[in-house]
T-cell receptor
Framework: DQQVKQNSPSLSVQEGRISILNCDYT??????FLWYKKYPAEGPTFLIS?????DKNEDGRFTVFLNKSAKHLSLHIVPSQPGDSAVYFC?????????????FGKGTLLTVNP | DAMVIQNPRYQVTQFGKPVTLSCSQT?????MYWYQQKSSQAPKLLFH???????NEADTPDNFQSRRPNTSFCFLDIRSPGLGDAAMYLC????????????FGPGTRLTVL
């Protein structure tokens, strides 16, 4: 049973446009959410995160939005650049007890075309 | 640069032949994790070490073991690899178990013949 779902395996956008990557979760105990970026032949690298007490976190071109009532988060990349082409993983973490561990989605392959 | 290193990057083994994957870190982090990622799937946590304390996930097969001889190194031992164990194995570290980000190595791609 997938607790973190990324329903779009791939996304293709034009350079300069906005990329929107979506993630849904089912576990209401999750209170911290992260996005990781992965290039081929490299490990995932941390990109941006958001706590459940916020609904938005921005870092340069990257913004993550959290809708707790819908159990949905999204990553916006504006403007998209060819170097952003990678697999993006959504991950979630709970608090307390054994809920520390990260639960990942399957990832979305973003391709930014020049 | 502080980093997480995994060796080898590619490992080929035979069905049933024990194999060991290696992870080292220069970050001096307390926690080291092992994940298994199969093609087009989410990374799945196998176990982690918090200092010397080993924590196994409930659904990790007994075929998978781990050792952490010191802060810097952590090993993943697969005692009798099956075809279903072919995957990318990712090592990660974090300063502590709760609010710190995880830093990943590049992974080891395991092929079982």
């Amino acid at each position: 049973d997938q607790q973190v779902k990324q329903n779009s395996p791939s996304l293709s956008v034009q350079e300069g446009r906005i990329s929107i990557l979506n993630c849904d979760y089912t576990n209401s105990m999750f209170d911290y959410f992260l996005w990781y970026k992965k290039y081929p032949a490299e490990g995932p690298t941390f990109l941006i995160s958001i706590s459940s007490i916020k609904d938005k976190n921005e870092d340069g071109r990257f913004t993550v939005f959290l809708n707790k009532s819908a159990k949905h988060l999204s990553l916006h990349i504006v403007p998209s650049q060819p170097g952003d082409s990678a697999v993006y993983f959504c991950a979630a973490r709970g608090s307390g007890g054994s809920n520390y561990k990260l639960t990942f989605g399957k990832g979305t392959l973003l391709t930014v075309n020049p | 640069d502080a980093m997480v290193i995994q060796n080898p990057r590619y490992q080929v083994t035979q069905f049933g032949k024990p194999v060991t994957l290696s992870c080292s870190q220069t970050l001096n982090h307390n926690v080291m994790y092992w994940y298994q990622q199969k093609s087009s799937q989410a990374p799945k946590l196998l176990f982690h070490y918090y200092d010397k304390d080993f924590n196994n996930e409930a659904d990790t097969p007994d075929n998978f073991q781990s050792r952490r001889p010191n802060t810097s190194f952590c090993f993943l031992d697969i005692r009798s690899p099956g075809l279903g164990d072919a995957a990318m194995y990712l090592c990660a570290t974090s300063r502590d178990i709760r609010r710190s980000s995880q830093y990943f190595g590049p992974g080891t791609r395991l092929t079982v013949l």
